[in-house]
DNA sequence: TTGAAAGCGCTAACAG
DNA sequence: CTGTTAGCGCTTTCAA
């Protein structure tokens, strides 16, 4: 009464239980004859294979790790989609696991990842992982790592990143085009990578269009809904003539958009605006909220490709202990997304 | 230059596997000293347990699988997220399989599932399964099953569910409480169940407030933004003094919303308004939307419970081999979520 | 092309 | 309290 094995096929058909195992694989020295002879009684014999003991054999469980702040936050959700898309496409399954953003949860998913004996390991890294090691024990064990949007170069792992620069470029020029000319920009804490970038791209843009950097249009705010309006205040009450604001994060310019709305200002036309992130909440938003949309879906089908890639290098046998060559880094171009927020003239 | 393993430990300190694994389990036959020297020891060799092996040994995984129709809808992802967070405080960790929808992959999920020994499975059923033959199978397999948001009744598993008829109850004696006399609907496509219970809960919420239940003030739309604007403009055109409308989701409610902005409609004032679902975006529109949030990550927990007492009946092995009590059904108590599209005063 | 034998790493009776 | 033995179900040499 218990599940059928390979032994009770071999059984039924007076052969034996590897030459079963065999012609279930396809493996090329059974014949065709065999094969469809186990095959079908596999079948009513209502047989399904045990992963784990193939697994425990062969040393493959053809399951990757997934570890992530939160399945919670949009961006991740659509992530873990796209990953699993193409991952389920090449016959790998997902075993999820979620940091909530703390290091101690991180430790221990990887902990526990690893125990399962995963293929591989595909990971976005908490906000406050205090050290590297449990990834450096990852690289050690010589299980294939591969980052995605919070990434760090130092683990030399392979990774798939968005090109913040260019979005923040993109946004900017996308105003500079519809004919604005003082354009402001609410940025972020400058420690954190991504902000910079986007801080850096807003500035060369000015300069590329011959425009003028001007400090007082730049606030450095903490993201939020909250400091987005605060920043939009101080932005106005600079009166220098501003006439759009390009802000680090939807949530962001959310708040600025609030702020205008409530001091009676028109959007667009006496200030228009544009967002990073393309949040759920951005289309709905009244004006709806042009933004930089960050692909999340195609970053987690890139980042699987990477896991191929190493997995196909591992099985190669790259013995070179240590290769020189750098880990491939994939950077996604940034898609532009106009809505109402930003253009000059009424939408065709 | 492998994995060390519980032979090695053994080999170290002159004793047997057995004993180690019992020490690393703590199994209470082991004394305090000898564990403390093996946990010392495994340390030392930096050990970590193979979970494939002791898996295929004793049967338990300590993962549960979960099929969801997507981890890119905000919804489901934030019911992993609970699920997620309760199966670790229990050890458990988790195997994400998305259906997107399909009959085919939801099949195939299953399957996967089921191979790779997981101890239970906790799904919300894709729209077009064709039939429930799979998850026949799960029972049949005594791998315990919960159901959760997409349930079916005769598959006689445990579930939980939002009160529908309630949370619509709720939302439209808001309405009423507020002040409101012309109480519209917008509902959904009537074969699905949770729209005509929604469409119950606000007849009888009008019913036991002694107002009239006006067919008129009833449109029956197909759950889109396209959707709701149509709907309000019809509603409008009745001119029965229609003074505000619960709305069957969020997204029909954001369509009414746009609708009567555009025709210059004050909300709240002239029309009062009232979603279901709590989507991202209710909060940042304008004005923010009013409406019933059905706790997604409350879900996932009390369907992780479940779980744990099908695992905990089945050790206690309930022979009665079909047992004639109803499966335990948890409904969760919707909540209501208070807004500006609403209220008929302004909120203090 | 098939089969015999060994063993992946662990746990669980049972005996001592 | 500790050790011996057996085996979970499968894959994989290697020999026939």
Known sequence: ??????????????????????????????????????KETAQNLNYRQNRLASSLRSGR???????????????????????????RANGYNILLFQSNETGEYEVEGVETLLQT?????????????????????????????????????ELGA??????????????????IQQGYTQIAHISGPQHIKIFNDRLCG????????????????????????????????????????????????????????????????????????????NESFSPYVTPSLSTIDQQPARMGEEAFTLFLEAMAKKAAGTEETELVTEPKKIILDPVLIVRESSVMTVMA
């Not at 009770?8 to 065999?34: G, Q, R, Y």
């Not at 205008?260 to 667009?268: D, N």
């Open 202 to 277: 807003y500035v060369d843009a000015l300069k590329m269009n011959n425009m003028e950097v001007d400090e007082d249009l730049i606030q450095y705010g903490r993201n939020s809904i909250e400091s987005g309006r605060f920043s939009a205040e101080r932005l106005l009450s600079r009166n220098k003539g501003m006439d759009a604001i390009f802000a680090v994060e939807d949530f962001t310019a959310l708040g600025a958009l609030q702020y205008f709305k409530q001091e009676g200002i028109k959007m667009p036309g006496e200030i228009g605006m544009i967002g990073f992130g």
């Open 61 to 87: 469980t053809n399951i990757i790790g997934i570890l992530i702040p939160s399945s919670d936050i949009g961006f991740f959700g659509a992530v873990v989609h796209g990953i699993e898309k193409v991952a």
């Open 1 to 38: 009464m218990s599940r059928t094995t390979i032994h009770d096929i071999a059984k039924e058909l007076n052969t034996s239980p590897s030459t079963v195992s065999k012609a279930l694989n396809d493996h090329p020295s059974i014949s065709a004859a065999t094969k469809k002879l186990i």
């Open 158 to 175: 392979p990774s798939v990143v968005v090109d913040d620069y260019k979005g923040a470029f993109m946004a900017t020029e996308h105003l």
């Open 117 to 153: 004996s995963v293929d591989g390991i595909i990971a976005s890294i908490a906000k406050d992982t205090p050290n590297l090691d449990h990834f450096y024990y990852v690289k050690k064990r010589k299980v294939p790592l591969v980052l995605f949007d919070r990434t760090k170069d």
